[in-house]
């Protein structure tokens, strides 16, 4: 009777979460569906399928956030209902959940079934996973449609070759679909699609849908469109790459949208590297020095950070005569994000670029960099102060940045001051133990009397940090 006793105490919690998945108060079935996975544990692997299972699917008319939970929770489902031989019984609650109207609830249906679907064996794909998608592709609502785009590159790997065939043509569909969300979704999951796909497949098949989608009128389709840019350079040969996406990327270049020659600068590098470099020296870097010359600043942003990555396709001459030029006039750029930007990367030319250059172009840019009024700015020269060590040597590279550090040491603006003792233990690692204790150890001190309190304090702070890094 005692042990009876014993395993009804343990039962009773499991017993008030399955109740309070039927509560009339959202928040406690909220609590409850967030412990789905103890319930089901509780339950067995048997029950579960039986009698858990059915009841979500009845019960999947609630509130957002108790959908987006049960959402997340059934992605880890797997293993409480038998492992990947009965994966397929989680199907049909989340295919219910990625038909809702809620963006975020049906995303994370999406996300929870390619984790499912990636599990199931093979036979249950073909039988149970690609008729899902056939579903939701056909659907009336535009929802279930929009779902079906996230799943194709699951399915496509474990699919027959009369399977794929099905899967290229209902794609095809859908990136024709008359309302543009579905097109949008098609758009946005297009690289995911050509990554899985056999290389002749993504000539046959994707590359016409990618021409149409980034012919599109709608602006937001062409913009997902672009941003598949590079996995479809990388799934493509390099002579598709040359015939077929090269001339979309240079008419993007000059998009009317603003927001597509962003995608078009977050795309260069992996495109340059599908394309090799000859043909980024000839062909992508007038459209990359556009970008650099935009006129808004967030593409401009987006095309300094590439700075460095993008020029490790070109010559030094290249370099000195096509990019320095723009990197002078950015980093003098009216938005702080921009300067912050190239800051971040442009140090990182010095060792393509050799010796003398980076003496003669790029120490005049860093010191430029290096006064700038934004800290961050500021911390990201002094974060790849190595990269020009590595080139011009420690005593060359002091010669300029000690001047730079002094004077920012005795702004007459505190939190001028602050802000390059904040970088000074970074400072430190840079420039090694015993040439900062050299040249930059007295000034340590200094800011110890600083008038300022807060200098004095964040000095005994930094010093701390200082001498464990020293």
Not at 89 to 115: F, G, I, M, N, Y
Not at 251 to 277: I, T
Request: overall charge negative; charged content about 25%; aromatic content about 6%.
């Amino acid at each position: 009777m005692a042990a009876n006793s014993a395993v009804d105490d343990q039962l009773l919690p499991i017993a008030i979460l399955i109740d309070e998945l039927k509560n009339d108060d959202a928040v406690r079935r909220l609590n409850s569906i967030q412990r789905l996975s103890t319930i089901a544990l509780a339950l067995g692997e048997e029950r579960a399928r039986a009698e858990l299972l059915p009841f979500l699917i009845e019960n999947n008319d609630d509130e957002d956030e108790v959908l987006l939970a049960m959402a997340e929770e059934l992605g880890k489902f797997v293993p409480y209902v038998g492992g990947p031989t009965y994966a397929y019984t989680l199907l049909q609650p989340l295919e219910q959940l990625a038909q809702v109207e809620e963006t975020v609830v049906r995303d994370k249906a999406v996300e929870s079934l390619c984790k499912v679907g990636e599990q199931l064996p093979t036979n249950s794909t073909g039988e149970h996973f690609i008729p899902l998608i056939k579903r939701l592709a056909q659907g009336e609502w535009f929802t279930s449609r929009v779902s079906a785009c996230g799943l194709f590159a699951t399915a496509y790997p474990h699919a027959t070759p009369g399977q794929r065939a099905d899967l290229r043509q209902l794609y095809t569909q859908l990136c024709h679909d008359e309302t543009p969300m579905v097109r949008r979704a098609a758009a946005q999951k297009l690289g995911q699609f050509a990554a899985v796909m056999e290389r002749d497949a993504v000539s046959r098949d994707l590359l016409p849908l990618f021409t149409d989608l980034t012919s599109d009128d709608q602006d937001s389709v062409r913009l997902l469109a672009v941003e598949s840019c590079g996995a479809f350079a990388a799934a493509l040969g390099k002579e598709d790459c040359s015939h077929s996406l090269l001339p979309v990327v240079q008419k993007f270049a000059q998009d009317k949208s603003w927001r597509v020659r962003y995608n078009v600068a977050a795309q260069m590098v992996p495109l340059c590297e599908a394309l090799g470099p000859d043909l980024t020296r000839s062909e992508l870097v007038p459209a990359y020095i556009k970008l650099l010359e935009d006129s808004e600043a967030e593409v401009r942003i987006a095309a300094a950070g590439k700075v460095s990555a993008f020029s490790k396709m070109l010559t030094p001459q290249l370099i000195v005569s096509q990019v320095v030029p723009r990197v002078k006039e950015l980093a003098n750029d009216s938005s702080q994000f921009v300067r912050a930007a190239l800051a971040g990367v442009v140090m990182e030319l010095a060792p393509q670029l050799g010796k003398q250059p980076t003496i003669e172009h790029l120490v005049p840019v860093f010191l430029n960099l290096l006064r700038d009024p934004y800290p961050d700015v500021r911390l990201n020269v002094i974060s790849k102060l190595d990269q020009v060590n590595q080139v011009i040597g420690i005593e060359l590279l002091a010669q300029s940045l000690l001047p730079a550090i002094e004077e920012l040491a005795e702004d007459k603006h505190w939190r001028v001051r602050l802000a390059i003792l904040e970088h000074i233990p970074l400072l430190a690692n840079q420039l090694g133990a015993e040439f900062f204790q050299d040249k930059l150890g007295p000034q340590c001190m200094r800011w110890l009397e600083d008038q300022v309190a807060s200098i004095r304090e964040a000095a005994t702070k930094i010093l701390q940090r200082i001498a464990q890094v020293c």
